[in-house]
T-cell receptor, first 116, second 110 residues
Framework: EAQVTQNPRYLITVTGKKLTVTCSQNMNHEYMSWYRQDPGLGLRQIYYSMNVEVTDKGDVPEGYKVSRKEKRNFPLILESPSPNQTSLYFC???????????????FGPGTRLTVT | LAKTTQPISMDSYEGQEVNITCSHN???????ITWYQQFPSQGPRFIIQGYKTKVTNEVASLFIPADRKSSTLSLPRVSLSDTAVYYCLVPPEGFQKLVFGTGTRLLVSP
C-alpha cells in the first residue's frame, strides 16, 4: 500500500530534550516536506527536500533541522524543543514536477507533539 | 504563488449537492487548480485537480470557467462523512510548495 508513515504519532517531552520525528514513504517520491499545523494559523511549511541530499527552508524553519540521506526517509529533528513547538506535524511526499503536470502530495497521519 | 480566496464555512444536509467556490484572480497560464480535504487530526488528502473546463472523478467534480480566475468544487449528495475542511490551492508550475489558507469548513448535518 502506498503510504507515508510517521513516528511517533504522539509525543510529550520537556524543553531542551532533543527529539526526532521520522518520516518514510514507499512511493519512490523525490519531493518530501514537513508542515506544522496550529489552530488559526493553518498548515505552514517547515522544510522541504527536492531529492536526496537537497533540502531547503520553508516558511517556519527556526528550531528545526532535517536531513535527506535516503530517498524514502526525511526525519525532522528538534535539537532543543521549546513549548512554542507544540503542534501537529505532517510529513508529505510527491513526485517532482518537471512539466506542467501536477503531482498530488501524499500526507502522513500526523505527529502530535507537546513540549512542556 | 496565486492567492486563493474561499468561504470560511458552509453548512449542508445529507443528500444535498455542495458547491464550494474559490477565487484565484492572479493564476498564471500553466498553473493547476487543486483541492485537498482534511479531517480533524488527519493529514490533508488530495481530492481533484484541473486546468480548465470540467474534471470529474469518483469523489467530486471541478468546474473551471474559461478565464480560470475561479473554480468550483462540487460534492454530489454529501454525507455526514464529508464534514471536513476543504482547501483550494494553486501550486505554480515546476514547484511543489503548497500554501494552505484557512480553507472552507464544511459541516454536513443529518
Amino acid at each position: 500500500e502506498a503510504q507515508v508513515t510517521q513516528n511517533p504519532r504522539y509525543l510529550i517531552t520537556v524543553t531542551g530534550k532533543k527529539l526526532t520525528v521520522t518520516c518514510s514513504q514507499n512511493m519512490n517520491h523525490e519531493y518530501m516536506s514537513w508542515y506544522r499545523q496550529d489552530p488559526g494559523l493553518g498548515l505552514r511549511q517547515i522544510y522541504y527536500s527536492m531529492n536526496v541530499e537537497v533540502t531547503d527552508k520553508g516558511d517556519v524553519p527556526e528550531g528545526y533541522k532535517v536531513s535527506r540521506k535516503e530517498k524514502r526517509n526525511f526525519p525532522l529533528i528538534l535539537e532543543s524543543p521549546s513549548p512554542n513547538q507544540t503542534s501537529l506535524y505532517f510529513c508529505a511526499s510527491s513526485f517532482s514536477r518537471r512539466t506542467s503536470e501536477y503531482y498530488e502530495q501524499y500526507f502522513g497521519p500526523g505527529t502530535r507533539l507537546t513540549v512542556t | 504563488l496565486a492567492k486563493t480566496t474561499q468561504p470560511i464555512s458552509m453548512d449542508s444536509y445529507e443528500g444535498q449537492e455542495v458547491n464550494i467556490t474559490c477565487s484565484h484572480n492572479n493564476i498564471a497560464t500553466n498553473d493547476y487548480i487543486t483541492w485537498y480535504q482534511q479531517f480533524p487530526s488527519q493529514g490533508p488528502r488530495f481530492i481533484i485537480q484541473g486546468y480548465k473546463t470540467k474534471v470529474t472523478n469518483e469523489v467530486a467534480s471541478l468546474f473551471i470557467p474559461a478565464d480560470r480566475k475561479s473554480s468550483t468544487l462540487s460534492l454530489p449528495r454529501v454525507s455526514l462523512s464529508d464534514t471536513a475542511v476543504y482547501y483550494c490551492l494553486v501550486p505554480p508550475e515546476g514547484f511543489q510548495k503548497l500554501v494552505f489558507g484557512t480553507g472552507t469548513r464544511l459541516l454536513v448535518s443529518p
